[in-house]
């Protein structure tokens, strides 16, 4: 192109920044792109496909011809919905051209990441015309941020959040985290913490309480907490304190402020929800503390959540949670107080700026919608405030059964508001997953006519920069990088759960360096060994976070019935299945209770985890060896930890159950079995722990189940054959 061409074209580009009416052009060598309404979330697609343009996969047909991309902004694309996208592919004048139109910058940026996914992984000759809509509107994270020890989360006394501290004020975490987010289709952020304001907001009557630095306890901590958030900030815990950031409350809002902006460039709204009433990093001044009663506490929460907006113009809403730490109250006075707290601060906000549109989020946790409702009448009634609910809709555990149960009463009494779901993972922390036709199913089953969307994440993990693969890279991989293909199946299937199989298998051969044929078998294998997962959560069920840890056999010692946190075949035995996973509980087998033909029997389930293995085994034989591809390597060595974890689960369920039939019969050989059956368990366990430490670090502090030790949880798996009526193996 000539010299004086290419000055025409910048020229035009700050023309139509400024009157946004006229088109910009980028040409490449094989690409032009054109862009109507330029904004940050366009450049950022356009990049995404100049960049797809320039790759070598190797998977990427030879490119041929000039090709033009065209993002277009048209609000009479009636058909179009906000975020959603329509592709048109024609050829014009010789050359190949794809337009991507939107009524929306968002709907701009997915369009030309779509687009950019499939010349990377297939060729641009794989782009077909088509209407894109959101299934879900809002897809978020939920992450559970942990500021400071003044300002803890939920999950602060664990590795998890002890490592990551740092990494909640490092502005690069947070661009890598949303530009990732955006890849994956997310939308929204939301920031939990039980106390966020003396580390986020300086409240003009109480400006004593916010905080300056960021502070790190040196410990020593105990391996168990409150499982309420209580105890989280003592002197013990203040006593040897490290400055990790000398930060002043004006440069942590500075900070902040940047993070939102930065997220609102790549179509990422945030949110901070809170749990009630915990006032750490206040007490001490003004006379505020927890009382429900104190006039001052609730005149600092109403005034903080006012500031909140005040000082944050990006920031999306607010969320929060009645009943953690609100004891002695009834239902309706935690409700009172939090429409007295938040619900005014909100609408004080909301006042000040009519045109400023605001969401509030209600945690149904331990309450009543349509009585909430009732109490929250003059936020539904301000036309500027969105108010929504929210349910925790599996659970702790979403890997369990792709139909939920608790939830049914719930959408009844919602009347004519709307919720998002809260989707917990409290199950998979150390190892890669991967089984898409699991996502999607369980998207497809949550209630669509209510569900404004969801978030994703954990209470008994901090989502940021992972901290235990033992070859890591440096800078170390932020979590949802590493578990990359977990986190795009909740955003992405969350967008389009319909989105083929075709464009999933690119993804992994483009990452992992395969031909689609073998980036396929690679794919069918994760599919399965991470079916292992939900199989024997579905079959076991610790429905909260204390409750079952699958990844150690481990929960809180009172839950587990014994003084260790093991589930042994005891707790096996007792233990009942997930109401919808279709499993029979150990008992009714033992009793003889008639099944339908659709309900699997304790060795059916144990069948099953052994397909799977199989299964997956089966597939990986022709993969490749790695090469240079470490991040292939590490995943198949998760692959491969994870069936020896479903050959533990599969010979243990066998185990328990001839251990129950020996119980009630006497006879001999159910002994036997039991005991052959939890040997078998007992090698496959081994097999598990030695392969997992090899590659991750261990052991592991949590704030859930304490700490998690596989060579330590080996003596308790020897053990199960002493219940079953002989002595242990060597240990």
């Keep these: 192109m000539k010299p004086e061409r290419l000055s025409t074209i910048f020229n035009l580009f700050f023309f139509a920044v400024a009157f946004q009416a006229i088109f910009l052009v980028r040409p490449l060598a094989a690409v032009e792109i054109e862009i109507s309404h330029p904004s940050s979330q366009t450049d950022f697609a356009a990049d995404a496909v100049r960049n797809a343009f320039a790759s070598d996969s190797p998977n990427q047909e030879s490119i041929q011809g000039n090709w033009r991309i065209r993002f277009v902004l048209d609000s009479n694309e009636h058909a179009i919905e906000p975020e959603g996208f329509r592709i048109q592919t024609t050829t014009i004048e010789e050359a190949k051209q794809v337009e991507i139109r939107a009524i929306d910058a968002a709907g701009l940026l997915y369009g030309g990441l779509e687009i950019a996914e499939v010349a990377r992984t297939r060729g641009p000759e794989k782009i077909v015309d088509g209407i894109h809509n959101p299934y879900m509107a809002m897809r978020g994270t939920k992450f559970n941020i942990p500021l400071d020890v003044r300002s803890p989360s939920y999950t602060d006394v664990c590795d998890a959040a002890q490592n990551n501290i740092p990494e909640m004020w490092n502005f690069e975490f947070w661009k890598e985290y949303i530009d990732t987010l955006a890849h994956y289709r997310y939308n929204f952020v939301s920031l939990w913490n039980l106390h966020p304001f003396p580390s986020m907001v300086k409240v003009p009557e109480y400006p004593d309480v916010a905080l300056d630095e960021v502070w790190r306890s040196k410990g020593p901590w105990d391996e168990h907490y409150s499982l309420s958030g209580r105890g989280f900030v003592t002197e013990k815990i203040l006593a040897d304190v490290e400055v990790i950031n000398t930060m002043t409350i004006n440069e942590k809002i500075d900070f902040w402020k940047r993070v939102m902006a930065y997220g ?22 003004y006379g505020i503390n927890d009382d429900p009663k104190n006039e001052t506490t609730k005149d600092y929460f109403r005034q903080s959540v006012k500031q909140m907006f005040l000082t944050y113009p990006d920031l999306a809403g607010v969320g929060l949670t009645t009943g953690e730490n609100m004891n002695g109250m009834d239902f309706q006075a935690k409700e009172d107080w939090a429409m007295a707290t938040y619900g005014q601060g909100v609408l004080d ?122 070859d890591a890279d440096e800078p170390r991989q932020l979590e949802i990088d590493k578990h990359w293909m977990q986190w795009m199946l909740w955003g992405r299937l969350g967008f389009d ?76 035995i007792s233990l009942p299945p997930h109401p ?17 033909d659709q309900t699997r029997t304790p060795m059916q389930v144990a069948d099953q985890l052994d397909k799977y293995v199989r299964d997956a085994q089966k597939s990986l034989r022709d993969i490749p060896d790695s090469g240079e591809n470490r991040e292939r390597a590490r995943t198949l060595v998760d692959i491969q930890i994870i069936c020896h974890l479903g050959l533990y689960y599969a010979d243990k369920i066998r185990g328990a159950t001839e251990v ?43 704030n859930r189940v304490g700490y998690v030790d596989w060579e330590k949880t080996y003596q308790y798996v020897l053990d199960d054959i002493r219940i079953a009526g002989q002595p242990p193996l060597e240990k």
């Design 264 to 285: 609102k460039s790549r179509n990422v709204k945030f949110f901070v929800v809170t749990w009630n009433i915990f006032t750490y990093g206040a007490d001490d001044h």
């Design 349 to 470: 906000a909301a006042k000040v700026d009519p045109n400023r549109k605001i969401t509030f989020i209600h945690r149904q946790h331990m309450a009543k919608a349509n009585d909430i409702s009732r109490t929250f009448k003059p936020l539904t009634d301000q036309p500027n405030v969105d108010f929504i609910f929210s349910f925790k809709y599996a659970k702790a555990h979403v890997y369990s059964a792709t139909k939920q149960y608790s939830h049914h009463a719930f959408v009844k009494d919602l009347g004519d508001l709307e919720t998002i779901w809260t989707l917990r993972n409290d199950d998979i922390y150390y190892f890669r997953w991967g089984a898409p036709n699991f996502v999607r199913e369980f998207i497809k089953n949550i209630p669509y006519d209510v569900s404004r969307g969801y978030y994703y994440g954990s209470d008994q993990w901090i989502w940021g920069r992972e901290f235990l693969q033992r």
């Design 497 to 572: 759960p319909d989105l083929e199989r075709e464009h999933l298998v690119g993804l992994v051969a483009d990452r992992f360096g395969l031909d689609l044929l073998n980036a396929s078998g690679l794919l069918d294998a994760w599919q399965n060994a991470s079916m292992i997962y939900p199989t024997t959560t579905g079959f076991h069920w610790g429905s909260l976070d204390f409750q079952w840890y699958i990844e150690a056999c481990q929960s809180t010692a009172s839950y587990a019935q014994n003084k260790t946190g093991f589930h042994d075949v005891n707790r096996f």
């Design 580 to 596: 919808n996973s279709g499993n029979q509980s150990i008992p009714d087998f033992v009793a003889g209770k008639d099944i339908s």
């Design 660 to 702: 129950a039939l020996f119980r009630k019969s006497k006879a001999p050989d159910a002994q036997q079995k039991a005991i052959a059956h939890l040997t078998d368990a007992a090698e496959h366990f081994k097999a598990y722990a030695d392969l997992a430490a090899e590659h991750h670090h261990k052991p592991l502090w949590t």
